[in-house]
């Protein structure tokens, strides 16, 4: 069982930065590829990053790619999502899902992972 909890959302303006953090539970967090995903309102969850259990193989959607940056320490049992130049339509809940897999695997769908994050709130102003 991985339990996940996500933080570092908040009420920011466009062009901000955040870095949201999920910090998992257990002894083997490098077996897990982890994922970033996102929920707006009346809309359905997507995915936005992954990275693989080692860190080396990381994969964005293309509404975030180059803006947002997914990283993990594995040492900490922690990933992160750095994101940077927030536009008004980044609004939404975001989740951390942790899934088993290969070490060098990444996932990019929902039904792949195992285990989620309860989300934090990201609202961006204009």
């Known amino acids: 069982q991985v339990q996940l909890v996500e933080s570092g959302g908040g009420l920011v303006q466009a062009g901000d930065s955040l870095r949201l953090s999920c910090a998992a539970s257990?002894?083997?967090?490098?077996?897990?590829?982890m994922g970033w995903f996102r929920q707006a309102p009346g809309k359905e969850r997507e995915f936005i990053a992954g990275?693989?259990?080692?860190?080396?193989?990381?994969y964005y959607a293309d509404s975030v790619n180059g803006r947002f940056t997914i990283s993990r320490d594995n040492a900490k049992n922690t990933v992160y999502l750095q994101v940077n130049s927030l536009k008004p339509e980044d609004t939404a809940v975001y989740f951390c899902?942790?899934?088993?897999?290969?070490?060098?695997?990444?996932?990019?769908?929902?039904?792949?992972?195992?285990?989620w994050g309860q989300g934090t709130q990201v609202t961006v102003s204009s």
């Open positions: 990275i693989s259990g080692s860190g080396g193989s990381t």
């Open positions: 899902a942790a899934g088993l897999t290969h070490i060098r695997r990444v996932l990019t769908t929902s039904q792949s992972y195992d285990y």
């Open positions: 257990g002894r083997t967090f490098s077996s897990y590829a």
